[in-house]
T-cell receptor, first 113, second 118 residues
Framework: DSGVTQTPKHLITATGQRVTLRCSPR?????VYWYQQSLDQGLQFLIH???????AKGNILERFSAQQFPDLHSELNLSSLELGDSALYFC????????????FGPGTRLTVT | AQKITQTQPGMFVQEKEAVTLDCTYD???????LFWYKQPSSGEMIFLIY??????QNATEGRYSLNFQKARKSANLVISASQLGDSAMYFC???????????????FGSGTRLSIRP
């Protein structure tokens, strides 16, 4: 158990809908990272937040947004969902912004039908 | 642009043998970090080892060591005395340190599926 929690574990929704994925980092970690893992794209870095501020953006679509709250939990919002958004979404956390060690949550498996 | 290449999509190794998983990277930056992660069939991602570009010694963590050859831009993972529980997908990843670039991204290779035979 990495100490990072993600909810929900599974999510099934229809195209065009909007969902919110939630992540709670390990106690004491200030950084949260979001990743998408799909069969065709592999593991893709989406976005990094450190202590509430966005630090880096990867291959995150405009339909997706994220934020980190004062209690350091983070949410990833996915809107206007398409079939291709079906994937495993991971959250990871680290102590600082350098990410020398990142601890991953169990992931949220999103299925868009 | 940064790139990570893992050329071995799958490997079979006999239990108790050592195994080397290949990883080459491409970056024009001098300061960067390299990671290896393990993903068992259960799906979670497990951090294994980290190597900074300025670290002079190869990183080691228990049975894992990172064979870092900077001039060749390779960061191979060596697992000594393999165990059945080592069967998993292994990912090599690279990132720039924060503040070095306005686009401090993390990129992953396509992974190597390691299967340990009893």
């Amino acid at each position: 158990d990495s100490g990072v929690t993600q909810t929900p574990k599974h999510l099934i929704t229809a195209t065009g809908q909007r969902v919110t994925l939630r992540c709670s980092p390990r106690s004491g970690d200030l950084s949260v990272y979001w990743y998408q893992q799909s069969l065709d794209q592999g593991l893709q870095f989406l976005i990094h937040y450190y202590n509430g501020e966005e630090r880096a953006k990867g291959n995150i679509l405009e339909r997706f947004s994220a934020q980190q709250f004062p209690d350091l939990h983070s949410e990833l919002n996915l809107s206007s969902l398409e079939l291709g958004d079906s994937a495993l979404y991971f959250c990871a956390s680290s102590v600082g912004s350098g990410a020398y060690e990142q601890y991953f949550g169990p992931g949220t498996r999103l299925t868009v039908t | 642009a940064q790139k990570i290449t893992q050329t071995q999509p799958g490997m079979f190794v006999q239990e108790k043998e050592a195994v080397t998983l290949d990883c080459t990277y491409d970056t024009s930056d001098q300061s960067y970090g390299l990671f290896w992660y393990k993903q068992p069939s259960s799906g979670e991602m497990i951090f294994l080892i980290y190597q900074g570009s300025y670290d002079e010694q190869n990183a080691t963590e228990g049975r894992y060591s990172l064979n870092f050859q900077k001039a060749r831009k390779s960061a191979n993972l060596v697992i000594s005395a393999s165990q059945l529980g080592d069967s998993a997908m292994y990912f090599c990843a690279m990132r720039e340190p924060p503040g070095y670039s306005s686009a401090s991204k993390i990129i992953f290779g396509s992974g190597t599926r390691l299967s340990i035979r009893p």
